[in-house]
């Protein structure tokens, strides 16, 4: 198993119950090193354990590992040598799981169909949730069905410049102000492979929060 953007993993027992979060580093070809908490200690028996890994090109890959040879670092952290012994699944691409990430952005019309009227500017708007394949804001403004807008999302680790097309606008109650809202479901178009996967690596990291949120529930 390769895997090809991936900086974070969640190590579990082979029961499935959740022990931490770790950062992975490549130690050679097909071996890897989990940064972990000082204090993680390893089973003495056999050391194999259920690895999650967020891949930000392929998806979570489910595998079963051997971790040993722990190495002290600063910061109260260790590296534990992760050697994968089977893979047992993969959710690939992901591009319906939606996660909820409100972020303002700013949203420019690009072109709209023969006979619509582009809405000018750059318009306040909020996200309400995200995919790999697309996101749903709110504004308040209409964008036409299937006009195209653009914008950048300077919440990922690197700041996007994203293309979507308008698949639906919808009225919304009007906020608190009494102004309109309208929300609008879209699809990325002209999605790049670097951008892609910067994309991915930012929809993991909310829903690495979002486990985190229902585990502390």
């Given at each position: 198993?390769?895997?090809?953007?991936?900086?974070?993993?969640?190590?579990?027992?082979?029961?499935?119950?959740?022990?931490?979060?770790?950062?992975?580093?490549?130690?050679?070809?097909?071996?890897?090193?989990?940064?972990?908490?000082?204090?993680?200690?390893?089973?003495?028996?056999?050391?194999?354990?259920?690895?999650?890994?967020?891949?930000?090109?392929?998806?979570?890959?489910?595998?079963?590992?051997?971790?040993?040879?722990?190495?002290?670092?600063?910061?109260?952290?260790?590296?534990?040598?992760?050697?994968?012994?089977?893979?047992?699944?993969?959710?690939?691409?992901?591009?319906?799981?939606?996660?909820?990430?409100?972020?303002?952005?700013?949203?420019?019309?690009?072109?709209?169909?023969?006979?619509?009227?582009?809405?000018?500017?750059?318009?306040?708007?909020?996200?309400?949730?995200?995919?790999?394949?697309?996101?749903?804001?709110?504004?308040?403004?209409?964008?036409?069905?299937?006009?195209?807008?653009?914008?950048?999302?300077?919440?990922?680790?690197?700041?996007?410049?994203?293309?979507?097309r308008v698949l639906r606008a919808e009225a919304?109650?009007?906020?608190?102000?009494?102004?309109?809202?309208?929300?609008?479901?879209?699809?990325?178009?002209?999605?790049?492979?670097?951008?892609?996967?910067?994309?991915?690596s930012f929809i993991f990291k909310k829903e690495?929060?979002?486990?985190?949120?229902?585990?502390?529930?």
């Open positions: 198993m390769e895997l090809k953007n991936c900086r974070k993993a969640e190590i579990y027992e082979p029961e499935g119950g959740f022990l931490c979060e770790a950062e992975v580093t490549r130690a050679s070809l097909d071996k890897y090193r989990l940064i972990v908490p000082a204090d993680f200690e390893l089973y003495e028996s056999t050391g194999v354990y259920k690895v999650v890994f967020f891949d930000g090109a392929q998806g979570l890959i489910h595998t079963m590992c051997k971790l040993a040879d722990p190495l002290p670092l600063p910061n109260e952290q260790q590296s534990l040598l992760c050697v994968v012994r089977e893979e047992t699944g993969k959710e690939q691409r992901r591009q319906d799981l939606k996660v909820p990430a409100e972020v303002s952005i700013e949203v420019a019309c690009t072109r709209v169909p023969a006979g619509q009227k582009r809405v000018a500017g750059r318009i306040p708007a909020t996200t309400r949730n995200i995919s790999a394949g697309g996101i749903y804001f709110i504004c308040e403004q209409q964008f036409p069905q299937d006009a195209h807008v653009q914008f950048h999302l300077h919440e990922a680790s690197k700041p996007l410049q994203l293309s979507a919304l109650p009007p906020n608190r102000d009494g102004a309109p809202l309208f929300g609008h479901g879209c699809r990325f178009v002209d999605l790049k492979p670097q951008a892609e996967a910067e994309l991915r690495l929060e979002m486990r985190r949120r229902e585990r502390g529930r």
